[in-house]
């Protein structure tokens, strides 16, 4: 394993965190070291979110995949594998950051939950008001 050559990069969405290695191969998946994409993202979304990067650089076959993921839950993972994904094949390939930007798949998404007011029952909701 340590002869080939592999490239490593970090991805993040919500909080989920995402350690993302790409080394030439056949297109195999290999997630918290389980097999298989399908495996782990039950949800077909998920599976096309992940795979997105590959798909708009048509690198689908070329590359192995080995991801360990921490934190949150599926859709953040999912979010956070294609972010590192993404991140990792401009790693292997300086000129696939045109495609990649431009499809958005470089940007972190900033989006995450917002915290809990105190004097309120959630970050927005108020309690009910009475006026007598």
């Known amino acids: 394993m340590s002869d080939t050559v592999r490239y ?6 919500k909080t ?3 350690k993302v290695w790409l080394r ?15 495996d782990y993202f039950q949800r077909e979304t998920l599976v096309k979110i992940v795979k997105a990067p590959l798909q708009v650089t048509d690198n689908m076959g070329r590359f192995d995949v080995i991801a360990q993921l921490k934190g949150g839950g599926k859709s953040g993972q999912a ?7 993404a991140r ?4 292997a ?8 930007k431009s499809a958005g798949l470089l940007t972190r998404d900033p989006r995450k939950k917002e915290r809990k007011k105190y004097g309120q029952p959630g970050a927005r909701k108020k ?6």
């Not at 030439?24 to 399908?38: D, M």
């Not at 979010?79 to 994904?85: K, P, T, V, Y």
Request: glycine share 12%.
């Open 8 to 13: 490593y990069a970090t991805g993040r969405r």
């Open 16 to 18: 989920s965190v995402a």
């Open 24 to 38: 030439p191969g056949v297109g195999k998946f290999s997630i918290n070291r389980r097999l298989g994409l399908e």
């Open 79 to 85: 979010g956070a594998l294609s972010h590192g994904i």
């Open 88 to 91: 990792a094949l401009v790693e």
């Open 93 to 100: 390939n300086a000129t696939l950051r045109s495609p990649l």
């Open 127 to 132: 309690f009910q008001f009475s006026k007598r």
